[in-house]
């Protein structure tokens, strides 16, 4: 049984004033989830991501399609205490300290007062907010604010966790923590579902992605296959090289950057035997700082496929 499963979900909402007409925010969404799995929601602002979440928490309603979420209608009651969830902008009682706030929720899930304190006090622990964490929440940055946040989504240790945007505002330590924790959650085997337009965390995470554009799904699948892993090419940086040494390696050369005196950025084509240039690189006198084979990231796969869809959508609205 599939963790999370939606069939043709579909959202219009209503514009304008004197004439309201119908806007289509989601088209005919057809998705299906693997327990266990870490699922990235991918696309660019407005592309549909959080109308697919609020549908999923029955925040708004669809116009037509369904959805279900371990089996059970996403309207089900029973559901509730099994899901956690992250809005993109949370938003707390900012007159209660994080402690208060998170042991607020947890009475909410019936945990006994000595299990409250506990929970409470190993999530702050692992989302890193240590002695703020008797602070007032209106005292807080936006980015320790999504790291309470985090903290509340898996409070009930939920089986499935929707997380929408969840690494906005954070430092690069709260990322790290961020990701440490969606590791643990999968380790434990719950489903996490994030949206993110922040390619790079799902590349270093996903085990699945889908790319929505215009409301509509452009692509899916697991990362290894929608990323092409073939090396494209060569990228060599090299220190102490002089202009001979560069003369040399010209023809075999896509594009040389100095980046600083005597430091370059060689670009080798595909077919470049990068073993032959290091031994001509350091006969040379030159010292070899890096070599990387460059391949297409899942940015590059994005950028491909939500300029399909544009294209597709602004031939859609030329026909009208």
């Not at 327990?35 to 609020?54: M, Q």
């Not at 007159?95 to 999530?123: C, D, H, I, K, W």
């Not at 505002?169 to 959650?185: E, K, Q, V």
């Not at 090396?231 to 940086?237: P, R, S, T």
């Amino acid at each position: 049984m599939l963790a999370i499963e939606t069939e043709e979900l579909t959202k219009d909402y209503a514009i304008g004033f004197w004439r309201p007409r119908p806007r289509r925010a989601l088209d005919r969404l057809t998705l299906g989830v693997e327990r266990g799995e870490i699922f990235g929601f991918l696309g660019p602002n407005g592309a549909g991501k959080t109308t697919t979440l609020k549908l999923l928490m029955q925040l708004i309603y669809p116009t037509s399609g369904r959805a279900s979420v371990l089996g059970l209608p996403i309207g089900s009651l029973a559901l509730k205490a099994r899901i956690g969830y992250l809005p993109e902008h949370p938003y707390f009682y900012d007159y209660l300290t994080a402690e208060e706030l998170l042991t607020y929720f947890a009475s909410l899930f019936g945990l006994a007062p000595a299990a409250r304190r506990a929970r409470v006090a190993q999530l702050l622990d692992q989302v890193g907010i240590g002695a703020e964490r008797r602070l007032a929440l209106r005292k807080y940055s936006k980015g320790m604010l999504q790291r309470v946040g985090l903290a509340q989504a898996i409070l009930n240790d939920p089986d499935v966790v929707f997380l929408d945007e969840p690494m906005s505002g954070l430092d690069p330590f709260g990322r790290r923590a961020a990701r440490a924790l969606i590791h643990d959650l999968r380790k434990r085997g719950c489903t996490v579902f994030f949206s993110s337009h922040i390619l790079s965390d799902a590349e270093a995470l996903c085990d699945r992605v889908a790319v929505l554009a215009h409301g509509r799904l452009a692509a899916q699948g697991r990362v290894a296959d929608l990323v092409a892993f073939d090396v494209k090419g060569w990228e060599l940086i090299v220190a102490d090289a002089d202009q001979a040494l560069l003369g040399r390696l010209g023809p075999q050369v896509s594009k040389a950057t100095e980046i600083a005196y005597g430091r370059y950025a060689l670009e080798l084509p595909a077919n470049a035997a990068p073993d032959r240039l290091l031994a001509e690189v350091t006969a040379s006198g030159a010292k070899l700082v890096s070599l990387n084979p460059v391949r297409e990231t899942l940015e590059d796969f994005f950028v491909r496929h939500v300029g399909a869809a544009d294209e597709a959508a602004i031939d859609r609205v030329d026909s009208r």
